[in-house]
């Protein structure tokens, strides 16, 4: 069986190339430079953009299986994937899919609709917050040791990229998981003040939280160059989740068989980021 990873250097994809490697997986990874790739010994790597599926003939050849990162052209990609004899696809998309009128869902779900209408197996990987966002905190813990943000009660579920890649990888190798959606979270909701002790206690850091209100954040933000649709988005989402915290969720255990890797193993598998 050979296993087409699109994205294969970005965040999850470099894991899902690992663990296929690992299990002795025969891998082609596709990055748009294959010259500075950097991924593990074993995969074959290759050049090609998702963006300009004109490019991807050579990549198909002779694949049974994709992981697929969604872009605006996965329709076409999909189609090309499928008259080449790719059998199986495993969508990276997003927990937003499951929200209806939100920007970022809508454009997921359209790349899932797109795969689910193939006629191919499919399974559609839905990672809520990840925790690599917390690495937008990493200059400000260099700097001073503080992490200024706004609502701090509002509590959220982040989860490892590595259990994202592994729950992906899982569901590339092994049937039975045709036609699921899997929505993946961490195991614990934290409010801001235990997001910023877990990552202190995983990187060895004195890191401390200050709140701030919505408006002083707005400014820090902008003076930071987060753009004001970022930041509309975020307050908006933030206020919701005070009441109505991110679900803790059962699928990466289903899955994968043992719990979700917590945050304070994320901050100590990224402590030199925060350093």
Known sequence: ??????????????????????????????????DSAGLQAGAEVVGGDLDQPETLASAFEGVDCMYLVVTSETEQVVKLAAGAGIRRIVVLSS??????????????????????GAGLQWTHVRPGMFAGNFLDWADAIRADGVVKAPYDAARQSPVHEIDVAEVAATALMSDGHDGTIYTLSGPEALTKTEQVAAISKGTGLAIRFEELTP?????????????????????DWWAQIVDSPEAVLPDVQQVLGRPARTLVEWAADHAEDFG
């Open 95 to 116: 927990a937003s899919a499951a929200l209806e009128g939100n920007s970022s869902g809508d454009f997921h779900r359209a790349a899932e609709v797109a795969v689910e």
């Open 1 to 34: 069986m050979k296993t087409l990873v699109t994205g294969a250097t970005g965040t999850v994809g470099r894991h899902v190339v690992d663990h296929l490697l690992v299990a002795n997986v025969e891998v082609r990874a596709l990055t748009r430079r294959p």
């Open 215 to 235: 408006e002083q954040w707005r400014e820090y933000a902008e003076q930071e160059g987060t753009p004001s649709y970022v930041v509309d988005w975020l307050l």
